[in-house]
């Protein structure tokens, strides 16, 4: 096998291989000349026919109050002829060391499999609510307020795009929109595609949230089945319900997702006899790409030192253990260190738990991959449960 960095002369075979693994089109690949920063990974078997690729695009994602650097992984194809064959493998073996070389922190995926997936150092990390709710049960507290319906006409841009920057603020793991990431505002066209798209205003004119859905039948029933559902606190959550409450007369349910976070539920005004149910759902997983610096970053609770040593078969920088030093919630220091850890974890454990999916308690418990030294040290200033969610499909 020959594994390289693919280049703009690969382009039509990474989209026909895209194509036949995806049984699509070509059109509908990933490689286009135009995508600035896009890298592809390839590898080519020995009569020069492209077995497997994949590609990471880059992405900005908030992380605990600060956006880093984020490579979203996509496209990982192989053909029917050489799947099982460590294709993949060896992309990742090659796209990782080049990753933490051009700077990212992170690698974020979703997967077709998750335990395919760890074996390349990505854990499980954003868990979204799936959330159905009964229109005809649903009572909201009184409130004043408008909502417009948005189009290519009116695309009410600046309103989204405030929503969207305090959305963003609240979530670690959520990626971050820039300017150019709008252009699906430019195809609103409700009466075409029947897909509605409403801005929730306050009293004064304020945007506090928008919602985007269409209308589905399930069981017998029309739901307002939501593709987006964002708001930049309460009153915008129950702005984007009274939406939905607005057109009860015509649909029984309204289906929208909300971050995990354990709070939110509780906006709910009833929940039993089928009022509102909630359903976990995976979404995605993460990896650590640059360990230092992500512990230079992070967020922590009061002052204390661990030392940490991560096991990373595939980024040789971040196979040692790290010597940290905290104090007011930051990093004060950072350095590696041949000293003996307070614990010994691998690099998808640690990716897990520093972008917050659990306590620490949850982790000593629960997770493999962690070794546990000295169970006095301070883990519980390090690695705590954080408010997590992620819109961004790649």
Known sequence: ???????????????????????????????????????????????????????????????????????????????????????????????LPELYESGFLFAYLYP???????????????????CTVDLSQLRLPPGTGSFQLATKEKPLFEAIRQVDRAWERMWNMEVLRGEGDYAWLDKLDPLATREYLYVCFDASGAPRGYIAFRTAVEAGERALVCSRFRFMDKAGFYALLSVCKSLAADHRLAKF????????????????????????????????????EVLRRAAYRGDGALRLGIRDGLIPENDSVFDLVFAHGRAVSVERTDAKADAVMDIASFSALIAGVCDFDGARNWMDGLEIIDPAAPFEGVFYRKSMMISEYF
């Open 1 to 95: 096998m020959i594994v390289r960095k693919l280049g703009i002369a690969d382009y039509p075979a990474v989209n026909a291989l895209f194509a036949v693994a995806f049984e699509t089109t070509p059109e509908n690949g990933p490689a286009r000349e135009e995508d600035e920063g896009v890298r592809h990974w390839g590898v080519f078997s020995e009569d020069g026919d492209l077995m497997s690729s994949l590609t990471a695009t880059p992405f900005s994602m908030r992380f605990d109050g600060a956006a880093c650097p984020m490579a979203g992984i996509g496209a990982v194809q192989t053909l029917p002829p050489y799947r099982r064959r460590g294709g993949i493998a060896a992309c990742f073996e090659r796209a």
């Open 257 to 292: 997702t909300l971050p995990s976070d354990p709070a939110l539920p509780y906006l709910m005004g009833e929940w039993s006899l089928g009022a509102a149910s909630f359903s976990r759902k995976p979404a995605g997983m993460l990896r650590v790409i640059h360990v230092a």
């Open 112 to 130: 077709f499999s998750t335990a395919f997936y760890r074996r390349f150092g990505f854990e499980s990390c954003v868990t979204a609510l799936a």
